[in-house]
């Protein structure tokens, strides 16, 4: 006797329904589900890749003129003589004389301070001479009145003080810890402004900042150009700081 054959389930006519065709069924679904969910993403990512490149890097500028705060003088000076003694009795007639000049314009006491002293000497034909050095710095908020000074330090040659090469005045601008904010503030504002521009030429609108680099802030002459002769010696300084801003585009 014969075992008897399996008969596929009909659920409608002339569609059968056994477990085989059941399976492929189902997993051709769940592939057509993947494939659906697949592109999908694919797409969105597509799609936001696409808005992550929508952005434009421009600088912003700010500069600021200011007035130097501080005032220093370092005055070199020297005497050389055959006599070692007489070599420092002229310097310290010359430091009597400094202290004067500067009393004599108005600067306190302590704002004259020396920084350093040497003695060096040489011998030519079995003749020995002393050189000695001498250095004192002037240190001051008053900036008008270290002008003066400046203005008038010939008259220290005039009373017989030989000052040496590298000494002159320097001013230094010491408060740019105050303004850095409102500085950089500037900056950004001026690097939005240029991305507006180049917003408005593509027909786009400009987003919030991805992210921003601050330069670094440079204290230059006002006048004349950077770095060099005429830099420190004039009060007059120019800010200037430069600020790299990535906007995103709507």
């Known amino acids: 006797m014969s075992e008897p054959t399996a008969q ?3 659920d409608e006519p002339g569609f059968p329904r056994d ?3 059941l399976r492929w069924f189902g997993t051709a679904a769940i592939a057509g589900i993947a494939i659906i969910a697949g592109g999908y993403l ?3 990512g597509l799609l936001r890749a696409k808005d992550a490149e929508r952005a434009v890097t421009v600088r912003g500028l700010a500069e600021r003129d200011v007035t130097a705060d501080l005032a220093t003088w370092t005055i070199s000076y020297s005497a050389s003589s055959t006599s070692l003694a ?3 009795d002229k310097v310290r007639r010359d430091t009597q004389a400094i202290e004067g ?3 004599e314009l ?3 006491a ?3 301070q020396p920084t350093g002293a040497n003695v060096s000497s040489y011998s030519n034909e079995g003749v020995t001479t002393y050189t000695v050095r001498q250095r004192l710095a002037l240190r001051s908020e008053d900036i008008a009145r270290a002008q003066k000074a400046v203005a008038r330090q010939f008259d220290l040659v005039g009373r017989g003080v030989f000052l040496e090469e590298g000494s002159g005045m320097s001013y230094t601008f010491t408060k740019l810890n105050e303004i850095k904010p409102e500085m950089v503030a500037e900056a950004t504002r001026d690097a939005r402004a240029s991305a507006q521009q180049f917003a408005e030429d ?3 609108a400009v987003g919030k900042i991805r992210d921003a680099t601050q330069g670094y802030f440079t204290i230059e002459a006002r006048d004349g150009e950077a770095g060099g002769w005429g830099m420190a010696d004039s009060p007059y300084k120019k800010v200037r700081v430069v600020t790299t801003v990535n906007f995103s585009l709507d």
């Open 8 to 10: 596929p389930v009909i």
């Open 19 to 21: 477990a085989t065709t």
């Open 42 to 44: 694919l797409g969105d």
């Open 86 to 88: 007489e070599a420092q």
């Open 101 to 103: 000049f500067f009393k």
């Open 106 to 108: 108005g600067f306190p």
């Open 110 to 112: 302590d704002a004259l």
């Open 202 to 204: 593509s027909g786009s």
